[in-house]
């Protein structure tokens, strides 16, 4: 093993990364070295990090120069002495989501309810996050990086690298349709279908076993693709061509819809996801994963004479994530129509800045070291 690392470290907002060579961080007891192979790449991330603070300034990045990088997969290269179940060689997902480990939430399992709860990476969720970003100081734009042992979701060999680098969006729907409750007496309309979130949303809800899956979005050619997915199943609605509501009914044998899933992103209008609750049936749950940043003005009254919830679902838990891994690596969960645009991690500042256009959800930008 050499003794240095490649990494892609961001010294100031607004600025190219700088490729940098780093010594190889090694495990403290707890935790695990992995060799990374493959890291998801947000399509925008430029502009992420450009406004982040600006656009969610209670959600701080960790202090600069940093190496950001937040779904990686790869290979175990060194285990801490306290890890027990994971081996020098075996094939992960790195979870991403850091927690205390002492608190009352992280004691029930509940580690994203945690204050200090953060993203390795990315971003904190709250003002502890910079004790986690120091402890976990490597995201996946890098060749190697440390993770608590907890946090390794395994993943067979049938399951790609480049797949693996798509959990985190494919778990954070998985996570939301478990809390709804979802599955083969179900129906669920995903407000947003084909983009990067609904579209995980569809895959997992097939793999669910959902019968009935409805789907709105904007681009008429993009919401063909996902319907042909599994056309006796999906059936999709274009934002304004009619009342999505009566649509979803009339889908539905003129029943209200289960469970609505928001995948739909911070920009978006907040009709779109009132439009989606209406057209929840009696005891229907509404579960937000996009991250709407206009405000609905709920009815609240008529909510609660109806029994309709409505959750935030924030990531997964790693045990989740593994249940996931396991339905992909059985097949169960359908990963095949993901269309990976690999780059190396070398050219991350040219790649982010030339990106082919997306294919909506189905495309899956990596960064491979």
């Given at each position: 093993?050499?003794?240095?690392?490649?990494?892609?470290?961001?010294?100031?907002?607004?600025?190219?990364?700088?490729?940098?060579?780093?010594?190889?961080?090694?495990p403290?007891?707890?935790?695990?070295?992995?060799?990374?192979?493959?890291?998801?790449?947000?399509?925008?991330l430029n502009n992420?990090l450009?406004t982040?603070?600006?656009?969610?300034?209670?959600?701080?990045?960790?202090?600069?120069?940093?190496?950001?990088g937040l779904d990686?997969a790869?290979?175990?290269?060194?285990?801490?002495?306290?890890?027990?179940?994971?081996?020098?060689?075996?094939r992960v997902?790195?979870?991403?989501g850091?927690?205390?480990?002492?608190?009352?939430?992280?004691?029930?399992?509940?580690?994203?309810?945690c204050?200090?709860?953060?993203?390795?990476?990315?971003?904190?969720?709250?003002?502890n996050g910079?004790?986690?970003?120091d402890?976990?100081?490597?995201?996946?734009?890098?060749e190697?990086?440390?993770?608590p042992g907890r946090?390794?979701?395994?993943?067979?060999?049938?399951?790609?690298?480049?797949?693996?680098?798509?959990?985190?969006y494919?778990g954070?729907?998985?996570s939301?349709?478990?809390k709804a409750?979802?599955?083969?007496?179900?129906?669920v309309?995903?407000?947003g279908i084909?983009?990067t979130?609904?579209?995980?949303a569809?895959m997992?809800?097939l793999?669910?076993?959902?019968p009935r899956?409805?789907?709105?979005?904007?681009?008429?050619g993009l919401?063909e693709?996902v319907?042909?997915?599994?056309?006796?199943?999906i059936s999709?609605?274009?934002?304004?061509t009619?009342?999505l509501s009566e649509?979803?009914?009339?889908?539905?044998l003129?029943?209200?819809?289960?469970?609505?899933?928001?995948?739909?992103?911070p920009?978006?209008p907040?009709?779109?996801?009132?439009?989606?609750?209406?057209?929840?049936?009696?005891?229907?749950?509404a579960?937000?994963?996009g991250?709407?940043?206009?405000k609905?003005?709920?009815d609240?009254f008529s909510?609660?004479?109806?029994q309709i919830s409505?959750l935030?679902?924030l990531?997964?838990?790693t045990r989740?994530?593994?249940?996931?891994?396991?339905?992909?690596?059985?097949?169960?969960?359908?990963?095949?129509?993901?269309?990976?645009h690999?780059?190396?991690l070398?050219?991350?500042?040219?790649?982010l800045g030339?990106l082919?256009?997306?294919h909506g959800?189905?495309?899956?930008?990596v960064?491979?070291?």
């Open positions: 093993m050499t003794q240095s690392m490649l990494v892609a470290r961001l010294h100031e907002i607004n600025q190219p990364m700088k490729l940098e060579r780093l010594p190889i961080p090694q403290r007891p707890t935790d695990v070295a992995v060799q990374v192979k493959a890291c998801n790449v947000v399509p925008n992420v450009a982040y603070a600006e656009w969610f300034p209670y959600l701080p990045l960790p202090e600069l120069p940093a190496v950001f990686s790869g290979v175990v290269s060194a285990v801490g002495d306290e890890v027990s179940g994971v081996q020098v060689g075996d997902y790195v979870n991403p850091l927690s205390c480990g002492d608190c009352r939430a992280c004691h029930s399992g509940k580690d994203q309810n204050d200090s709860y953060t993203f390795m990476g990315y971003f904190a969720f709250g003002p910079q004790q986690c970003f402890a976990y100081p490597y995201g996946g734009l890098g190697y990086l440390t993770a946090n390794l979701v395994k993943i067979a060999d049938t399951v790609s690298f480049e797949e693996a680098a798509r959990f985190g494919l954070t729907s998985f939301a349709l478990r409750g979802a599955g083969p007496d179900t129906t309309l995903i407000n084909s983009g979130l609904g579209l995980g569809c997992n809800a793999a669910m076993g959902v899956i409805l789907g709105t979005g904007r681009d008429a919401l693709d319907r042909r997915i599994a056309p006796d199943r999709v609605h274009a934002v304004g009619s009342d649509w979803a009914r009339a889908q539905n003129g029943a209200g819809i289960d469970i609505v899933i928001d995948a739909v992103g920009g978006a907040a009709e779109s996801m009132l439009d989606a609750i209406a057209a929840l049936g009696r005891g229907g749950v579960v937000d994963i991250g709407m940043m206009e609905p003005a709920l609240m909510m609660m004479c109806s409505v935030g679902s990531w997964f838990s989740e994530a593994q249940e996931m891994a396991d339905m992909a690596a059985r097949g169960v969960l359908d990963l095949s129509v993901l269309e990976h690999t780059f190396p070398k050219e991350i500042n040219e790649a030339a082919p256009a997306r959800g189905f495309t899956n930008f960064s491979v070291p």
